[in-house]
């Protein structure tokens, strides 16, 4: 393997590790608010679900592009990253539904697990798409 795509490799993995942290910073942030809301005041789950992600989908949004993805923050980041999440919002209140309505898990499982199934999928497009490389960064 060339040098050129073994650091490609090397900075997907990079990527990966930090969207991680970021991630996983704010998907606490998104399960204690959820907890708070459905938990302790009594919010229906979907309104509790739209609000902790609203939430940490900023959150997200503000630190993966202050670290990880710095070099390649450009002006329509928010734009592409709020569509990102829009349909990986879609993805959560589906599989919410599914987890809580057909399988019969407690409301904050089912809100950990719908986290679990969209990191991936929110890391793919974010990556590759949102903050692909463009050569040189614009800002």
Not at 46 to 71: H, M, P
Request: proline share 1%; with cysteine.
């Amino acid at each position: 393997m060339s040098k050129e795509k073994w650091n490609k490799l090397y900075q997907l993995f990079l990527g990966f590790w930090g969207y991680f942290f970021v991630g996983g910073v704010c998907a606490v942030l998104d399960w204690f608010l959820f907890w708070i809301l459905d938990g302790k005041l009594g919010w229906n789950y979907y309104a509790a679900t739209a609000v902790s992600f609203t939430i940490s989908f900023f959150c997200n949004w503000l630190l993966g592009r202050a670290t990880i993805y710095r070099k390649r923050a450009h002006k329509g980041d928010l734009l592409q990253t709020a569509v990102v999440s829009g349909s990986g919002f879609v993805l959560n209140m589906l599989l919410m539904n599914l987890f809580i309505e057909h399988l019969g898990l407690p409301h904050l499982a089912a809100r950990i697990a719908a986290t679990g199934v969209a990191f991936f999928y929110n890391f793919a497009l974010r990556h590759f798409w949102v903050y692909r490389d463009r050569g040189e960064s614009r800002k």
